[in-house]
């Protein structure tokens, strides 16, 4: 059984690059994503996952619903990662 990973800590940086009003926040997880996890947070959301941190932009007054919203997608990734069928593959002769 994997243990959902939670938001510990979210740093929120300004940046040129974004456009509008907007900040890019940097969530850091109590521990590192599976690529599987990490695909299916990425898939369904405006989240990008790396290892442990998973990004997004948002506007400074949102940035606790993102958050809140990534701990739901945290949850959901892992779920479906676990009833994902393995992906093995036989070779035979």
């Known amino acids: 059984m994997r243990v959902v990973p939670r938001v510990k800590a979210v740093r929120i940086e300004e940046s040129w690059q974004v456009p509008g009003l907007r ?3 940097v969530a850091h997880l109590t521990r590192p994503l599976s690529p599987e ?3 299916i947070i ?6 990008r996952a790396a290892g442990g941190t998973v990004t997004y932009v948002c ?14 997608e945290l949850g959901r990734a892992v779920r479906a990662g676990l009833s994902a069928p393995s ?4 070779v035979s002769h």
């Open 42 to 47: 990425e898939g369904a959301s405006r989240f």
């Open 37 to 39: 996890e990490a695909r």
């Open 59 to 72: 506007r400074p007054e949102d940035f606790e619903e993102y958050a809140s919203r990534l701990e739901l």
């Open 23 to 25: 900040v890019r926040c």
């Open 87 to 90: 992906r093995r593959y036989s």
